[in-house]
């Protein structure tokens, strides 16, 4: 065990001295919560609008204030024709513009609006929350009850999938430059001839980045709630305890890839094409997954942050108990038991 507890403080050694690794694994988290969380949002705001009208009688001036009040839409114009709104939209002077018809204030009816189309999302908002602002004033935004996200808040979703990602990479990643630098400086074959098991060799690696996985995991929770306002309506316990699967499951997968290259160069690209790309496209992190082609689905059935994204969404915003994430912690859970029963596997073969 002394000898074990020696490897450990080893490579815990190693990683504090390296200046840019420890930069990477608490700078990344650290960065990429305040981008995901103020710069990269998906909020309606600030909408730049243009009013059409023909005459700006009490009712339509009523609308319009209304829709200039609210945090949503800045009035940037008043013009004549939709023409010149449609004009001022090419021009990228504007976003969206309403045309009101002359004869509005006796039919209390006749709203067009005119939306930039090329982000299709936003520009579905911005015509649902006009729409909601102009025809109901008594409602704010909307008039439906948004459950566990009623200031429709972005962060709550990006929260829970950067988790997601800055875990399997910091574990998958990490773990597997460890073992792959070991083995092209040439000192892995001293390491495997010491008193201490090959095996005990290889979890004597991976224990520091457990830890750092861990209080990166720590770090990201404390961010999100007293930085990002973001809830933890679920049981804090079964968070970390479903996370440290998922982290364990990570590091499995970074001593599979470790097996796999044999050049620090190699394991991050396979880490880059395995990991990164996979995990920000297909696992629900930016898009839905119910949204993409039948033949991404099914790629996206094997992501495992795909997984662990829903489950954190559930337990952190939905607030549900361990019952309500089962299928994902199963899923997670076997997905561990295989990268780490393959891995080592691969790892006996290679020694022999």
């Not at 990570?250 to 001593?255: D, F, I």
């Not at 099914?298 to 489950?311: E, G, K, L, Q, S």
Request: net charge positive.
């Amino acid at each position: 065990m002394k000898q074990f507890i020696s490897f450990v403080i080893k490579e815990t050694r190693h990683i504090l001295r390296d200046k840019r690794t420890m930069l990477i694994l608490f700078g990344m988290p650290t960065a990429m919560m305040l981008i995901f969380g103020f710069a990269i949002s998906t909020d309606v705001k600030n909408v730049r609008t243009v009013v059409v009208t023909s005459q700006m009688d009490h009712l339509t001036g009523t609308a319009v204030e209304r829709l200039a009040a609210s945090e949503y839409f800045t009035v940037t114009a008043t013009v004549a024709t939709p023409r010149e709104a449609e004009l001022l939209i090419r021009h990228q002077q504007a976003d969206m513009a309403v045309v009101f018809a002359a004869d509005f204030a006796s039919k209390h009816s006749g709203i067009q609006f005119i939306v930039d189309g090329s982000d299709p999302n936003m520009a579905q908002q911005w015509t649902t929350y006009a729409q909601q602002v102009l025809l109901n004033p008594s409602a704010a935004v909307v008039n439906s009850k948004m459950l566990y996200n009623p200031q429709m808040r972005s962060a709550y979703n990006f929260v829970p999938a950067i988790m997601g990602m800055l875990l399997m990479l910091v574990c998958a990643m990490m773990t597997s430059i460890s073992i792959v630098r070991e083995k092209e400086r040439g000192t892995m074959e001293l390491l495997l001839v010491s008193p201490v098991r090959p095996l005990m060799v290889i979890i004597a690696k991976a224990v520091p980045y457990l830890v750092l996985a861990f209080t990166i995991l720590v770090v990201i929770l404390l961010m999100a709630r007293y930085v990002l306002d973001v809830p933890l309506a679920g049981s804090l316990f079964w968070l970390v305890a479903v996370s440290m699967i998922y982290i364990l499951m990570a590091v499995s997968l970074g001593l599979l890839i470790s097996n796999v290259a044999q050049t620090q160069l190699v394991a991050l690209l396979v880490s880059a094409m395995v990991l990164l790309m996979p995990v920000v496209l297909l696992s629900g992190m930016m898009f839905p997954v119910e949204s993409m082609p039948t033949a991404l689905q099914w790629v996206a059935a094997v992501m495992p942050p795909r997984y662990y994204i829903d489950a954190m969404r559930k337990l952190m915003i939905m607030g549900v108990d361990i019952t309500g994430v089962v299928k994902e912690v199963a899923v997670l859970s076997g997905m561990t038991v295989l990268f780490l029963t393959i891995a080592l596997a691969k790892f006996k073969t290679r020694l022999e």
